[in-house]
């Protein structure tokens, strides 16, 4: 079986639905070669059982002959085990491609998501991507679990019409002309099921994206008392959502109700054509017995190619909705890399406030208004619309690839995330550091305590968004996360804001200790992290007004005091004798 997930899911066909379905289909064809081999094999044997019945009975029963009895009755006993055995094999080969077909679109969808960034939240309601990927993805893969018994039927179809077609041309026509007739009434019933469906999947979307923003949202509502009006319009869409699958249900019950009715009514006129031809000598007791068995039989193919037409648009339609996503750019896309960053630690800067961070030193920037030194963060990591003029040593960081930026340059955001699975997965997602390493990071960000909290350690389950933890229990953790990349350079954006006084003056002390000799850039106003800095920034409107230590500038700068001291008078100046 092959592992997952995929070392590279591929490049997706983004033309079309059906061209997304076949690129899909030629990546995994192995598997489906196999499930088709099984489902023919499988459906053939079933195909002739009746005819061995048909042969046992005329030539072991009437004709009084036991060795050709003995002879068709192993006969059907070695189709029997032969249908088994195939039958096993197809249905693995069938949850086979269920899987890859599933897996290679949740991958596709979520490598997406992280590679596209802040592009695609800006462009599509996140409910709608998690829906992609949760929903859209398992029944993008339901016609790859049944297309092998589709192959399957349409072989045993084929087969049968011609035996039928040799016993009997008035039968054989039958089940010829019957069957598209058949086929193209059900088609009849498809075509709004397909239009519904995907009214269904927008509404459902639509709720799981207002789920997901009032999960996100859900302590602010509460502060201002919103929760109520959201919990009113959750119910709506609900709602809405409801009737919509109300309205899939008549088409869906009527192409169920199809699916037993039609052939039911073809299974009648075989055997009342089949009865008449007995009567009249056309053909023979056994090949009525035949007759019979096909009847029941071709319930089978039949139902089979109406469950894939059925599958088979269901899977355009999700196909249709994961193209959406995947067609989104990236905030990146396009660009060609041009050079590569210089070895060893360099100087960074930033020629849009002309801010300056020397290399191995811990340079902390102050600014009055936080969106903009989350601005000058983005762009030193190259996130946002748009390029950066940051440059790295010599060379622009636009100029090279954004894996490779962001290799060197590592930004911890505001608002770091946690995901669901174990502490250690959290803590050091790529594996490659020692227990003393963590044990150190842990020190460093004072999460020691956080730790002795869980029962199982760094092999705790951690719920999503780490819900478990208050938020400057999250907060130290994003910090041991960040401290473990051991980037080159990394940039801190408030990472104490959620901390007390006590625990953000030891986080202050080691974060310098932890990080020296290397880059470090720190966007806080706090003068317990100010004061460990070695160099201090002042960025207002837009560039950089001051500079030097914490202590120089808290004595020097009346506007460095405002926006640090927070309000506090300013300091008077030493008076000269």
């Known amino acids: 079986m092959r592992p997952l997930p995929y070392d590279d899911p591929g490049t997706p066909d983004l033309r079309s639905p059906v061209?997304?379905?076949a690129w899909t289909a030629?990546?995994?064809?192995?598997?489906?070669?196999?499930?088709v081999c099984c489902a023919i094999v499988w459906m053939l044997c079933?195909?002739?059982?009746?005819a061995a019945i048909s042969r046992g009975t005329d030539d072991g029963i009437r004709g009084h002959d036991m060795g050709?009895?003995?002879?068709w009755s192993l006969t059907l006993i070695v189709l029997a085990a032969v249908a088994a055995g195939a039958g096993v094999l197809r249905h693995r080969f069938a949850v086979l491609n269920w899987l890859q077909?599933?897996?290679?679109?949740?991958?596709?969808?979520?490598?997406?998501?992280?590679?596209?960034?802040?592009?695609?939240p800006r462009a599509m309601p996140t409910g709608q991507v998690v829906a992609s990927a949760a929903t859209d993805a398992t029944r993008f893969a339901e016609s790859y679990d049944a297309f092998a018994r589709f192959v399957g039927a349409i072989v045993a179809y084929l087969v049968v019409a011609i035996i039928l077609l040799r016993s009997s041309l008035p039968l054989g026509l039958v089940v010829l002309l019957g069957v598209p007739v058949l086929l193209t009434a059900l088609a009849a019933v498809i075509k709004p099921l397909q239009r519904r469906q995907q009214a269904q999947r927008e509404q459902s979307g639509r709720l799981s994206e207002l789920g997901a923003d009032t999960v996100t949202g859900l302590r602010v509502l509460r502060g201002i008392g919103g929760e109520h009006t959201f919990r009113r319009r959750y119910a709506e869409q609900s709602e809405r959502v409801r009737l919509e699958g109300v309205r899939v249900a008549t088409p869906q019950s009527t192409l169920d109700s199809a699916q037993v009715l039609l052939p039911g009514i073809f299974m009648l006129v075989v055997t009342w054509l089949g009865a008449r031809s007995v009567h009249s000598g056309a053909i023979t007791p056994g090949e009525l017995v035949a007759f019979y068995g096909y009847s029941t039989f071709l319930v089978m193919p039949l139902s089979t190619?109406?469950?894939?037409t059925g599958k088979f648009l269901a899977t355009r339609v999700a196909a249709g909705r994961i193209i959406k996503v995947l067609q989104i750019p990236g905030d990146h896309t396009g660009e060609v890399p041009t050079a590569h960053l210089p070895d060893g630690p360099q100087e960074l800067v930033d020629p849009s406030t002309g801010a300056v961070f020397a290399p191995g030193l811990l340079t902390a920037v102050v600014c009055d208004v936080p969106a903009q030194a989350s601005a000058l963060a983005d762009r030193l990591g190259r996130f946002g619309q748009g390029g950066t003029d940051v440059t790295f040593g010599s060379v622009g960081l636009a100029d090279v690839a954004v894996r490779e930026a962001r290799s060197r340059v590592v930004v911890s955001e505001v608002d770091p995330r946690l995901f669901a699975g174990t502490l250690l997965d959290q803590l050091d997602p790529a594996g490659r550091s020692t227990s003393d390493q963590i044990a150190a990071a842990l020190d460093a960000a004072d999460a020691h305590d956080v730790l002795l909290a869980l029962e199982d350690g760094l092999q705790s389950q951690v719920e999503e968004?780490?819900?478990s933890f208050s938020g400057g229990q999250r907060q130290r953790l994003a910090l041991v996360r960040a401290l473990l990349t051991r980037a080159e350079t990394l940039v801190l954006v408030e990472p104490t804001s959620a901390v007390d006084a006590h625990t953000e003056a030891r986080i202050a002390a080691r974060l310098a200790a932890a990080r020296r000799g290397r880059t470090t850039v720190v966007m806080a106003a706090s003068p317990l992290l100010l004061d460990q800095?070695?160099?201090?920034?002042?960025l207002q409107d837009g560039g950089i007004v001051a500079e030097g230590t914490h202590a120089d500038l808290s004595r020097t700068s009346p506007a460095y005091r405002r926006v640090v001291l927070r309000g506090e008078e300013d300091i008077d100046e030493p008076a000269h004798a």
């Open 533 to 538: 800095a070695d160099r201090v920034l002042l």
């Open 26 to 35: 030629r990546l995994q064809w192995r598997t489906v070669l196999g499930g």
């Open 46 to 50: 079933l195909a002739m059982m009746p």
């Open 101 to 120: 077909a599933a897996f290679r679109c949740m991958q596709l969808v979520g490598e997406h998501a992280t590679d596209s960034g802040e592009a695609l």
């Open 19 to 21: 061209r997304f379905m």
């Open 305 to 308: 190619a109406t469950e894939m």
């Open 465 to 467: 968004r780490g819900r």
């Open 68 to 71: 050709a009895l003995v002879l």
